[in-house]
């Protein structure tokens, strides 16, 4: 099934996991999801991931992490869509729950966090914003 919009599917797979309280999800992979998948891990927003290559595309399990019974990532929210791109400089990437939150931000120099992305000191497309 072909989706017009495969960061917000990967988005709505995510929330609708955390909903039901799996432990894990499965999301058809591509280079983006891995990368968003990445900064996850990363800034400990879940516990681990795997690559499975099939003979298509290959699929990303996530474990999902939980505490006190709560899961760690509250929410989600798409910012920039296929039909309304939105891009910052780094003085206006916006800062998610205070700094405890994350935005995910395509730049030049590649998918990074907006933490990441003042430190190297480029702005781009704010793609999703996590907390």
């Given at each position: 099934?072909?989706?017009?919009?495969?960061?917000?599917?990967?988005?709505?797979?995510?929330?609708?996991?955390?909903?039901?309280?799996?432990?894990?999800?499965?999301?058809?992979?591509?280079?983006?999801?891995?990368?968003?998948?990445?900064?996850?891990?990363?800034?400990?927003?879940?516990?681990?991931?795997?690559?499975?290559?099939?003979?298509?595309?290959?699929?990303?399990?996530?474990?999902?992490?939980?505490?006190?019974?709560?899961?760690v990532i509250k929410g989600s929210r798409r910012v920039?869509?296929?039909?309304?791109?939105?891009?910052?400089?780094?003085?206006?990437?916006?800062?998610?729950?205070?700094?405890?939150?994350?935005?995910?931000?395509?730049?030049?120099?590649?998918?990074?966090?907006?933490?990441?992305?003042?430190?190297?000191?480029?702005?781009?497309?704010?793609?999703?914003?996590?907390?």
């Amino acid at each position: 099934m072909a989706h017009s919009d495969p960061i917000a599917d990967y988005l709505t797979r995510l929330r609708n996991a955390i909903q039901a309280k799996h432990k894990k999800v499965e999301i058809p992979a591509s280079n983006v999801k891995r990368e968003i998948t990445r900064i996850l891990a990363e800034n400990k927003l879940i516990n681990k991931y795997d690559v499975v290559a099939d003979e298509k595309q290959g699929v990303i399990r996530i474990a999902l992490k939980y505490y006190a019974g709560s899961n760690v990532i509250k929410g989600s929210r798409r910012v920039s869509t296929p039909g309304r791109r939105v891009y910052r400089q780094v003085d206006d990437l916006p800062r998610v729950s205070n700094g405890l939150g994350l935005a995910i931000v395509s730049t030049s120099k590649g998918l990074m966090s907006d933490k990441q992305a003042r430190k190297e000191n480029v702005g781009g497309e704010v793609l999703c914003l996590i907390w």
